[in-house]
């Protein structure tokens, strides 16, 4: 399997509420796979025990390069890292731009798991933006 290579699916089922009224819902999910077919035939496999039937309504690759997950937490949130480097050829900067998932509270939490995830890099870089997602749940194991 490529290495890093996510995708994030949309899925829409049926759920009854407290009262017994049945109501439409929808969740976002994160995991590694190479292709869409890859990636739907294991989210079936992951959600088969809780889920059983639902539709899913958008595949999409998914542009991170890692995620920093702590189940401890509900909320996923997008941070978008810009380095600074400088290329060997021709003298000028260049940038580039890393998106990560990671699990938190807020923002300030999540900015301070990067900085503690990047401390020791050494390229120059900004944490250039921070939004929460809708994602549900990423199904993914972090190499420690």
């Known amino acids: 399997m490529e290495e890093n290579k996510f995708f994030k699916l949309k899925i ?7 009262e017994g009224n049945i109501k439409k819902a929808s969740e976002e999910f994160v995991l590694p796979a190479v292709s869409w077919t890859e990636a739907e035939a294991r989210l ?9 039937e639902y539709n899913t309504v958008k595949c999409e690759p998914f542009n991170i390069t890692d ?7 509900e909320l996923f949130f997008k941070t978008k890292v810009v380095y600074q480097d400088i290329n060997e050829d021709n003298g000028k900067p260049i940038r580039i731009v890393d998106n990560y998932l990671v699990q938190a509270d807020n923002t300030k939490e999540v900015n301070d798991k990067m900085k503690a ?7 120059d870089y900004e944490i ?5 997602t809708k994602i549900s749940q990423v199904f993914y ?3 420690k």
């Not at 829409?12 to 407290?18: A, C, G, P, S, V």
């Not at 995620?67 to 937490?73: E, F």
Request: aromatic share 8%; proline share 3%.
């Open 12 to 18: 829409k089922y049926l759920k009854q509420d407290t």
């Open 117 to 123: 995830r990047l401390e020791g890099y050494v390229m």
């Open 141 to 143: 194991e972090v190499q």
């Open 67 to 73: 995620c920093i997950k702590d189940d401890s937490k």
């Open 128 to 132: 250039e933006n921070i939004s929460k």
């Open 44 to 52: 079936i496999i992951y959600l088969r025990d809780e889920l059983p």
